[in-house]
Structures are given as structure tokens and as C-alpha cells.
């Protein structure tokens, strides 16, 4: 059969499906509670405005000003703490600049931050800046001031943030601060290529003492990566996607013959937390829009019918009617006329279990707290959990529509505590926002006892053809995890039930669920900029990005 057939048939038969639905109305998360702001209020200088092209901002989210946190070292896996002496770390990457990462763990857990050497033209990308062994005032307090500027290869320097008052209660003397300012930058190619810096300059008001450190990182146009070639490797850059983002990787997962967004005992088929991600990592490269519509006339037939569907559920312009064959036309149409799922709107009794798996799929490509929280939320709706488990216990099915809503709704609720007792075992991340949640009380009324206690039966379904997300059984997500189904209709191995691992080296299990379950990955990597190696020459491919530099 023709790629482009077989490829538009199998989305044909789930699209004729999915046009019989209608889904909720588009609606904020909940559970993104409002914290302290940080003191000072770094702004770009005017300069930095008409010398960096694109987006350039220094962003401040409302955050605990003085959250000392120990960077997570990747060589030892273990604390890299501050030391006594004043130091500057900065970091060049293309993590979620909200930093849920950083402010919405436990304390003293260890952060990871993946750097990067290698930024392509167009591409966004951030700046972190932390301080170490800041000094105290004789009321126990820190008192800085900080600068970020940038160091271009024709010897400019552009300042982005200057002198920035950075004060508040000093954590213990050997963790590090996070400045409160996050630099989000973009090139264009009127920019010079070759090897640009950032440079953190600190100054300790308190303490009296001065230091700066230095990030280099290297400019390159784009050019398509070679795609995965095999499933597991595939399923592994998703679910580890989060960790070291990068447009090259996302590419490559993509345009994989082994990336198949068909799952079975799924709604419809479909592998939604494909769709999740897909949404989210490319809304954070969204540079590459361009280059992949501009390969369209030359791609394959699977690869063209990949570009036709990943622009529709992108919501981005559609590939020109002309460039078109008629499968390919007809194709694009029923996409249009489709409606997916909002993850953030009203859960849907029919579809919740793929309102989850796209909320883990936004996860594994961002790695922030919001799609983690808006999963909690279907803990609270505990009077429909009950339901569920009192008709499966008791093996009836339910009579009325009003009856069989708040029976999908409670299933729904005991899938999504499945979804995160399994990935609180598999994802350290994922472990210390829900860690985080529950002691800080960003959770559901009533839901504490069903988080971190054992908390409902094992039953089967009535019968099979009342089948429901996620199979039978559960139980509390700090608790022991008994069965842990999928809303996609599979069963992780057995590893998520022995116990969270309480360190990097996790086994893959990466071949036991397609979706709405995770697996740890290694740990980031970091550049020690106050240190950073050095190399006479610019760094090529992939031993570019995450500090491979010399390699």
C-alpha cells in the first residue's frame, strides 16, 4: 500500500470517530498558587532591545526570592553546594524558563539543569543565573546585585540586565540562590556566527566580596538530524525530553518511521500523549514551522502526511491546497473538522483518559508543574471515585446517562491516580512536584489520604464491554502502587511497585507503557561557568549541545 494511504486511512478511521464528539469549552489549570515576589525588579537595558533580534525579556514570575536549592552535579549524581566563597553560576539552556524545576520541589532535593553550547538561528532560548556563598547581614538577610551581559564573537558586549537589587532571608550558607531574573533570547542570522558568552557579574553588598562567571554557547543555522530508527529509542527521547530539550531531538522523534501515534485501547486508537507532547515541544520550537514547511514538496509520502497532520494539530497554517494530491487534500479537510480534546477544559467522560495522556505528554516536553496539577485535579472528584468503585465492587454497570457519567468521571479519577503512582515511581521530577504539592497544600479538599495512602479497591470491570481507562486497581501514590494500569489500556512492569528509587540510576522500562507513564531518566548535565572548559574550536553536531564541548 502507499505510505501516504496507509498512513491517511488509519487517521481517517479515528477521525470519523472523533467528529461525532464535542469537547469542553477551553479553561484554565488550577493549582498555580501564587508565591512572594522576589525584591528588585531587573529590567533589559534599552540597548539590549535594538541589539538582540526576536525575543528578549527578563522574565520575573512570582517566586520565593531566597529558595537555596543544591544544583544536582551530573558527574557525581550527587549536591554540588555553594562552598563559603562567593560564586556565579550561569547557565545557557532550553528548559522551562517558568522554572517549575527549581521553585516547585521540595527543598534541599537537588535540582537538574541541562546546559547548552549549541543554538540554532531563530531559537529561543534562556539564560539562568545562580549565586553561591552569598554573604549575611547581621539580621541574617542576603544582599546582592547582578548584572547579565552578553559577549558577542565581533567583541560587542550587550548588557541584558544591570545592577538588579537582589535581597531577602539567607538560606544556609552553602546553597545557592536563583536570581530572580530569566533572560529569553533569540537570533537571527544577521547575528555573526561563531562563539558567544554570557557573563553574570555579582556583587555581594552584604558580604563585601565581587565575582563573575562566563557561559559560552555557539551559534549554527539549521540542518534536519537523521531521525531515530528504533521504537525504544523513540519512547525513551519523549519520556526524557524534558531533561535536555533540544529542537535536533525533537526532530528526530518525529520524523521517525518509529514514532506511531496509533495505541490501542486508546480512544480512538490514538496515542494522545504523542499529542500532548507534540503540541508542547513544538510551541517551543516552533522556529522549525518554517524549515519543515519548506521540505514539504520534497518528503516522502509518510513524511508529507506527517507535515499535513502535525500542522493541523498545531493549529498553525496548513500546507498551500496546491502542494496537494487528492488522499492528501481530503486528509487535511477531515483534520480540520476535527476537535481534539482540551486538556484544560472540562473533563470529558468519554475522553478524560486522553485529556491525561496529552497532560503527561505536555509534561514530558516542557517538565513544568502545570500539566502534573491539572492531573491532581481529577483526584477531587472524589463522590465520582467512590461511585466507581462501589458499582465494580459489587459488579454492576450503571443505568442512566446521569449514571454512567459519574461512573466514567470516577474511573477517570482513579486512572489519573494510576497515571501518577506509576510515574511517581519512574520520574524523579514528576516526584518532587507531587512531593511539593502535598506540602504545601496545593491539592483538592479531601484528596490528601488518597494521595499518600492506599486507597481503592481492586475490582474488574463488569464486564468487558464496559471496559474503562486504565484496567483495575490502585491505590495511593506515596503508597505502595498495586496495579498500575494506563488510560491507554496497558500495565507497567512490575518495577513501579517496589519502591520509588532514590537515585539516578533507574531501570529503563521504557518498552512497558506507550503512554501516561514515565521512566526516570540520566541525570542533566552541568556547566560549572565559573569554571567553564574552554576549546579553541567550535564544537560540530551533537557533542555541541549539553556541555559536550572538546568532545
Not at 497532560?359 to 502534573?372: I, N
Not at 511517581?424 to 483538592?444: F, H, M, R, S, V
Amino acid at each position: 500500500m502507499n505510505p501516504v494511504l496507509k498512513y491517511v486511512g488509519i487517521a481517517l478511521a479515528w477521525l470519523t470517530l472523533f467528529c461525532h464528539f464535542s469537547f469542553g469549552a477551553s479553561g484554565a489549570s488550577a493549582g498555580d498558587g501564587a508565591m512572594g515576589d522576589a525584591v528588585g525588579a531587573g529590567t533589559p537595558e534599552a540597548s539590549a532591545g535594538a541589539e538582540i533580534s526576536g525575543k528578549v525579556s527578563a522574565q520575573r514570575s512570582a517566586r520565593p526570592a531566597s529558595q537555596g536549592q543544591p544544583l544536582l552535579d551530573a558527574v557525581s549524581a550527587g549536591p554540588q553546594k555553594a562552598g563559603k566563597a562567593l560564586s556565579a553560576l550561569a547557565y545557557v539552556s532550553l528548559q522551562d524558563p517558568d522554572m517549575d524545576w527549581w521553585y516547585r520541589i521540595p527543598s534541599n532535593s537537588g535540582p537538574k539543569i541541562s546546559d547548552t553550547r549549541k543554538i540554532f538561528f531563530g531559537e529561543d532560548f534562556n539564560v539562568f543565573a545562580f549565586v553561591g556563598g552569598a554573604g549575611a547581614t547581621p539580621e541574617g538577610k542576603f544582599k546582592l546585585e547582578y548584572s547579565l551581559s552578553l559577549l558577542r564573537p565581533d567583541g560587542k558586549r550587550v548588557d541584558i540586565v544591570k545592577n538588579v537589587p537582589f535581597s531577602g532571608d539567607r538560606p544556609s550558607a552553602d546553597m545557592i540562590l536563583a536570581c530572580p531574573d530569566v533572560a529569553t533570547l533569540r537570533f537571527d542570522e544577521t547575528y555573526p556566527d561563531g562563539r558567544y558568552e554570557v557573563e553574570l557579574s555579582v556583587k555581594d553588598i552584604a558580604g563585601g566580596a565581587q565575582t563573575s562567571a562566563r557561559a559560552p554557547f555557539y551559534t549554527y543555522k539549521w540542518s534536519p538530524p537523521n531521525p531515530y530508527s528504533e521504537r525504544s529509542v523513540v519512547r525513551s527521547k519523549v519520556r526524557n525530553f524534558f531533561e535536555e530539550p533540544s529542537p535536533e531531538s525533537l526532530y528526530a522523534i518525529y520524523f521517525s518511521k518509529d514514532f506511531n501515534l496509533e495505541q490501542k485501547n486508546a480512544p480512538n486508537s490514538l496515542n494522545f500523549s504523542y499529542i500532548g507532547f507534540l503540541r508542547a515541544a513544538f510551541k517551543n520550537n516552533a522556529f522549525l514551522i518554517p524549515y519543515i514547511r519548506a521540505a514539504f514538496s520534497d518528503s516522502s509520502p509518510l513524511d508529507r502526511a506527517k507535515i499535513v497532520f502535525l500542522f493541523e494539530i498545531l493549529k498553525v497554517e496548513g500546507v498551500d491546497a496546491s502542494l496537494l494530491n487528492d488522499a492528501e487534500k481530503k486528509y487535511q479537510q477531515l483534520l480540520r473538522a476535527a476537535e481534539i480534546p482540551d486538556p484544560y477544559g472540562e473533563w470529558d467522560p468519554v475522553y478524560a483518559a486522553a485529556q491525561i495522556d496529552m497532560l503527561w505528554g505536555e509534561f514530558y516536553a516542557t517538565g513544568s508543574y502545570k500539566p502534573l496539577r491539572r492531573i491532581i485535579d481529577l483526584i477531587g472528584l472524589t463522590e465520582e471515585a467512590a461511585y466507581a468503585d462501589k458499582l465494580r465492587a459489587e459488579k454492576k454497570r450503571p443505568e442512566t446517562k446521569q449514571q454512567w457519567r459519574k461512573f466514567m468521571l470516577g474511573m477517570a479519577s482513579r486512572a489519573a491516580l494510576r497515571t501518577l503512582a506509576v510515574n511517581y515511581q519512574k520520574i524523579d521530577l514528576a516526584a518532587k512536584y507531587i512531593e511539593w504539592a502535598l506540602a504545601n497544600g496545593d491539592i483538592p479538599d479531601g484528596t490528601r489520604k488518597i494521595l499518600v495512602e492506599d486507597s481503592a479497591p481492586s475490582a474488574p470491570a463488569p464486564d468487558p464491554s464496559a471496559a474503562v481507562p486504565g484496567g483495575a486497581g490502585t491505590s495511593g501514590v506515596i503508597g505502595t502502587p498495586g496495579v498500575t494500569g494506563t488510560p491507554g489500556g496497558e500495565i507497567a512492569s512490575g518495577d513501579a511497585a517496589k519502591g520509588r528509587p532514590t537515585d539516578s540510576s533507574k531501570a529503563d522500562n521504557s518498552s512497558a507503557v506507550e503512554s501516561s507513564a514515565g521512566k526516570d531518566s540520566a541525570s542533566g548535565t552541568s556547566l560549572k561557568a565559573d569554571n567553564p572548559p574552554q576549546s579553541p574550536t567550535k564544537p560540530k553536531g551533537d557533542a555541541a549541545r549539553h556541555g559536550a564541548e572538546g568532545v
